[in-house]
């Protein structure tokens, strides 16, 4: 079986040279993007890959560095690609405050028919903790995350024992217990903020209180522009860039 991820952006939601965080998901039979900031149309643009080569898009969480992009997605689906309408892989709950409060500002268009999400997208929810079989080499299974209080987010785990942090504030028991060692988790993506309190994201100095076994499966990701100023003091953590193919063999 053969799993690749690859980085589309790597930068915090204020990064002016990382692209906004989001990946691919690709297996050989499905190509899944993982949120859609406003810079992903020009970063899969930057790899030649097409919006209709896309099968789905996994939301984590509605702050406009991970949906920004689904506008100009929804519109040229529609617009340039003939109609084609991509899954959208989220919570019902997530449906609902990602239309309403906000897709549905620049999408909604009664005249010509465009009244819900569902008029642009292919909805398949998913529940927490239920995994599920998107193609015969991808299963995915989502659980909630802390990120911001009241707010839905929610972080990923990819065929079992990948997992893919959405924004999320540090959880060193989640780490430890669950993604090491209950599910046994071989790679780990996650959101890294470099310097100050962490408040809403998870903080390098927070990450280096883990295990050192843990650190060596660890991609830094969704970090603020300075991240050159903190190669080499990451321990066995690697950032990750954009562009950048992980191979996961299963
Ligand atoms: N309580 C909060 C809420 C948000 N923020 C910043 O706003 C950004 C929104 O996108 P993000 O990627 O979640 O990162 C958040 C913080 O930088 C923050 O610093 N403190
Ligand atoms: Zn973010
Ligand atoms: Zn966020």
């Given at each position: 079986?053969?799993?690749?991820i ?149 972080s990923?785990f990819i065929?079992?024992r990948t997992f893919y942090s ?8 989640f780490l430890?217990?669950e993604v090491a060692?209950?599910r046994?988790c071989h790679t780990i993506f996650h959101d890294c ?9 998870t903080?390098?100095?927070?990450l280096?209180?883990l295990?050192?076994?843990i650190q060596k499966l660890i991609y830094l990701m ?15 953590m690697t950032?990750i ?5 992980i191979?996961i063999?299963?």
């Amino acid at each position: 079986m053969s799993l690749q991820i690859q980085m589309l952006g790597t930068g915090s939601a204020f990064s002016k040279l990382y692209y906004n965080t989001s990946a691919l998901i690709r297996t050989t039979d499905a190509t899944i993007l993982i949120d859609c900031g406003p810079t992903v149309p020009k970063s899969l643009s930057e790899i030649a890959i097409e919006l209709d080569q896309i099968d789905g898009i996994f939301i984590s969480h509605i702050h406009a560095d991970h949906i920004g992009g689904l506008e100009e997605v929804a519109f040229r689906l529609f617009y340039q690609y003939n109609r084609k309408r991509l899954t959208l892989y989220v919570t019902e709950a997530l449906a609902g405050v990602l239309w309403e409060n906000s897709l549905k500002g620049g999408l909604y268009n009664p005249e010509d028919g465009f009244h819900q999400l569902q008029d642009y997208f292919e909805l398949v929810f998913l529940q927490e903790r239920v995994p599920y079989q998107l193609s015969p080499e991808l299963t995915i299974e989502i659980v909630p995350t802390l990120h911001v209080a009241q707010k839905l987010n929610y972080s990923i785990f990819i065929n079992h024992r990948t997992f893919y942090s959405a924004d999320l504030q540090f959880n060193k028991d989640f780490l430890l217990n669950e993604v090491a060692h209950t599910r046994n988790c071989h790679t780990i993506f996650h959101d890294c903020q470099l310097s100050g309190p962490g408040y809403v994201h998870t903080t390098l100095e927070e990450l280096l209180t883990l295990p050192e076994d843990i650190q060596k499966l660890i991609y830094l990701m969704h970090y603020d522009d300075h991240m050159t100023e903190f190669i080499g003091q990451t321990g066995p953590m690697t950032f990750i860039h954009k562009h950048e193919i992980i191979k996961i063999s299963d």
